[in-house]
């Protein structure tokens, strides 16, 4: 599945079940309590800290979670994420070509 068809079934799957989109602020407060549930499972499986009894730890399924909020918020505002990923990436191969090879803490 490209970006852009992830987008077209984000909306479609919005239409057909979710009657609409939320707020552009509620998705914004959605994606910051996925990234923080991601963030949980991050800490306990590759952290310092563990797992409490019986705490839900499917890391991909939270990843996909923040994926899909973060589809829809760039659905609200017109964003076409394959393009914008396109500049991004290009933007850090401009800026970054020669820095991380450089690093000699890497």
């Not at 407060?29 to 306990?44: D, H, K, Y």
């Not at 914008?84 to 401009?94: G, Q, Y």
Request: proline content about 1%; overall charge negative; some cysteine.
């Amino acid at each position: 599945m490209t970006i852009e068809e992830a987008q077209q079934q984000v909306d479609q799957w919005i239409k057909t079940y979710g009657v609409r989109y939320f707020s552009e602020l509620t998705n914004m407060a959605v994606l910051t309590e996925e990234v923080g549930e991601l963030a949980r499972i991050m800490a306990r499986t590759y952290g310092d800290q563990s797992f409490k009894e019986g705490e839900k730890h499917d890391l991909s399924d939270e990843m996909a979670d923040v994926l899909w909020v973060l589809i829809c918020l760039a659905n609200q505002t017109r964003v076409d994420l394959t393009e914008a990923f396109r500049k991004n990436l290009e933007k850090k191969t401009n800026r970054d070509k020669d820095r991380h090879k450089n690093n000699p803490k890497l």
